[in-house]
């Protein structure tokens, strides 16, 4: 089981970002997946969440209206959308995933990581 995120770079305030979560050695049909950040001296924290087999998601509270998760149809990758990029939202991101008919906020609730992707905006 591993998950390769991608999509990270530099972007200017306001701008947008797709980051891709990709699953190699299984499908997530049956698995919930989060996507955490985590910020230089701060603790990872939840930013968003997807259950395949509902589709339903999950958002913290800063990203709701400006990040979307969504899926392709292979079931083998997961995307985090995200538009109005602000300079807070600077971090690491990383995907998570586990066998769950619910979506875990806290990092504790998955059983496997991605290696992260650096996102970083700025002027």
């Known amino acids: 089981v591993q998950l390769v995120e991608s999509g990270g770079g530099l972007v200017q305030p306001g701008g947008s970002l797709r980051l891709s979560c990709a699953a190699s050695?299984?499908?997530?049909?049956?698995?919930?997946i989060g996507w955490f950040r985590q910020a230089p001296g701060k603790e990872r924290e939840f930013v968003a969440g997807?259950?395949?087999?509902?589709?339903?998601?999950s958002y913290t509270d800063s990203v709701k209206g400006r990040f979307t998760v969504s899926r392709d149809s292979a079931e083998t990758t997961v995307y985090l959308q995200m538009y109005s990029l602000k300079s807070e939202d600077t971090a690491v991101y990383y995907c998570?995933?586990?066998?769950?008919?619910?979506?875990?906020?806290?990092?504790?609730?998955?059983?496997?990581w991605g290696q992260g992707t650096q996102v970083t905006v700025s002027s």
């Open positions: 997807f259950r395949w087999s509902t589709g339903s998601t």
């Open positions: 998570a995933a586990v066998i769950s008919p619910r979506i875990p906020v806290s990092a504790s609730g998955y059983a496997y």
């Open positions: 050695g299984f499908i997530f049909s049956s698995y919930a």
